[in-house]
C-alpha cells in the first residue's frame, strides 16, 4: 500500500509539473499565434492602405485632367468655327488658368490670371504635364488640346491646381494612421481569444488524454497485480498452494482486464468516429426483459421492477443497445438499497427508457461529470465494487451514436438516480 501511495503521490506531482509546463507551452504558442496574426493583419492593412491612397489619388487626379481638357476642348471648338480667337477667362483665378499658344510657343490669349505670362507649359496637342505657377505653390495639372485657326495651328493649354487631390488623399491617410492601430488592437483581441478558446480546448483534451491513459494504466495493474501475487505464493509455497482457488482468481482477473480492454477498444473507436452499427428494427423491451431476467439471477441484489415496461421498436444495433441496457441495469443494482425500477415507454416518436434506483442518487451538481471516463463519484469505494467509471460513459457514447440521448435526474417514487434513455423509435 505505501509503494501504491508513494508511487500515486509521484504520479500527481510530475502531472502538475507537466501540466505546468504545458499551461507555459500553450501561452508562448498564444503570444506567438497573437504576434503573427497582428503581423499579417498589418501588413495586409499598410499594402491595402497604399493601394488605396495610390487608386484615389489616380482617380481624383485623372478627374481634374478630364476637366481640364472638357474646357479646352470648349475653347478649341470657339477658335475652329472661324470666329478667331477668344478672349478667355476662368471662374476661379486660384485654381484654373487658360492660356491659347501659337507653334512658336507665343501667348495669342491668356486669362487675366496669367496675362502678360510666357507659355507656361511646352505640350504637344493630347499631353498633360504638371508645371509650377505664380499662381500657387502646387504644380497645376495642365493638359493641352489642339485647334486650328485659319492656317495658324494653336494649342489651348488648360491647367487646374490639384489641391483637392491632395487634401482628400490626405484625409484619408489620416483616416488611415488613425483606424490602423484600432484594427490591429481589435485583430489582437480576437486572435488572443480565438487562440486562447482553442488551445484551452486541446489544453483539455490533453489532459483528459493524460488522464485516460494514466487511469486505465492504474485499472490494467491491478488485475495484473493481484494475479502476480497469487502466483508468488503459490510458488513460494507449493504445498499449500490451492490449484483451484488459483485458477478461479487468474480467470476472474483475466475476465475483468478483457472487460476493460473492451471498454478501452469502444471508446477508442467512439473517439475516431469509428463505431459500426447493424442497425434493424428490434423490439427493445426484449432486451429490458432480458436485463431484469439476469439481474434477478443473482439473488443476492435488489428487488427488480419490470411492471413499468411495454412495448418499445426502435431501430438499433442489438448488441450496443443490450449493452446500454445492461450497464444501466448494473449501474442501478450497484446503487440502489432494496429496489430498481426499469420503464420503457413510446411516445411522439420516441422510446424512452427510465431506469430508477432508490440509492443516494448523483448530486445535481456531479450530474454532467458522471458521463465522463474514469469518474467515480464514491471515490472510497473499492475498485471491484464500483467498476472502472466506463459504463455510462460507454452508455452515453452507444446512445449518441443512435442518435438518442442519456441523461442523469432524480427518480421522482424510488428517491435515487434516474438514467432517461431517449431513441427514435423506429418508422412502421
Known amino acids: 500500500m505505501a509503494g501504491e501511495t508513494a508511487g500515486e503521490t509521484a504520479g500527481e506531482v510530475a502531472g502538475e509539473r507537466a501540466g505546468r509546463g504545458t499551461g507555459a507551452r500553450l501561452r508562448a504558442v498564444r503570444v506567438r499565434a497573437t504576434l503573427i496574426a497582428v503581423l499579417a493583419v498589418a501588413l495586409a492593412l499598410v499594402v491595402g492602405g497604399v493601394a488605396l491612397v495610390l487608386a484615389l489619388r489616380a482617380e481624383l487626379s485623372n478627374d481634374v485632367r478630364d476637366a481640364a481638357r472638357t474646357r479646352a476642348r470648349e475653347v478649341a471648338r470657339v477658335i475652329e468655327a472661324g470666329r478667331g480667337v477668344p478672349e478667355v477667362s476662368v471662374t476661379d483665378p486660384d485654381e484654373e488658368f487658360l492660356q491659347v499658344v501659337d507653334e512658336e510657343g507665343r501667348v495669342v490669349a491668356a486669362s487675366p490670371n496669367v496675362e ?9 496637342p493630347g499631353g498633360s504635364t504638371e508645371v509650377d505657377t505664380p499662381l500657387d505653390e502646387d504644380p497645376f495639372l495642365v493638359v493641352a488640346v489642339g485647334a486650328r485657326d485659319g492656317d495658324r495651328r494653336l494649342t489651348v493649354l488648360d491647367g487646374r491646381t490639384p489641391a ?20 490591429l488592437v481589435l485583430a489582437a483581441v480576437a486572435t488572443w481569444a480565438a487562440v486562447g478558446r482553442a488551445l484551452r480546448r486541446a489544453a483539455r483534451a490533453e489532459a483528459a488524454q493524460r488522464r485516460f491513459v494514466s487511469d486505465a494504466s492504474h485499472e490494467l495493474r491491478s488485475p495484473v497485480a493481484t494475479v502476480r501475487q497469487h502466483a508468488e505464493v503459490a510458488l513460494a509455497h507449493p504445498g499449500r498452494a490451492d490449484t483451484e482457488a488459483l485458477a478461479g482468481t487468474v480467470l476472474d482477473e483475466a475476465v475483468r482486464m478483457q472487460r476493460l480492454v473492451d471498454d478501452l477498444l469502444l471508446l477508442v473507436r467512439a473517439d475516431e468516429d469509428a463505431i459500426r452499427l447493424r442497425r434493424r428494427p428490434l423490439d427493445l423491451d426484449d432486451l429490458v426483459f432480458e436485463e431484469a431476467r439476469r439481474l434477478r439471477e443473482r439473488g443476492d441484489g435488489p428487488r427488480i421492477d419490470s411492471t413499468g415496461v411495454s412495448a418499445g421498436r426502435v431501430l438499433g444495433d442489438e448488441d450496443a443497445l443490450r ?28 422510446v424512452r427508457l427510465d431506469v430508477d434506483d432508490d440509492g443516494p442518487g448523483v448530486p445535481e451538481g456531479e450530474r454532467g461529470r458522471i458521463f465522463e471516463r474514469f469518474v467515480r463519484l464514491d471515490e472510497a469505494r473499492a475498485r471491484g465494487e464500483g467498476g472502472a467509471g466506463l459504463g455510462l ?23 435515487g438516480a434516474r438514467f432517461t434513455v431517449t431513441l427514435p423509435a423506429a418508422g412502421e
Open 393 to 415: 460513459p460507454i452508455v452515453a457514447e452507444l446512445v449518441a451514436a443512435h442518435g438518442g440521448t442519456v441523461t442523469v435526474g432524480r427518480a421522482p417514487e424510488l428517491g
Open 323 to 350: 449493452r446500454v441496457v445492461r450497464n444501466l441495469g448494473e449501474n442501478a443494482a450497484r446503487h440502489a438499497r432494496s429496489r430498481v425500477a426499469l420503464t420503457l415507454v413510446s411516445a411522439g416518436g420516441a
Open 164 to 183: 483637392g487631390v491632395a487634401e482628400a488623399t490626405s484625409t484619408v491617410t489620416r483616416l488611415l494612421l488613425i483606424g490602423l492601430p484600432v484594427l
Open 116 to 124: 502678360g505670362l510666357p507659355a507656361l507649359a511646352r505640350l504637344r
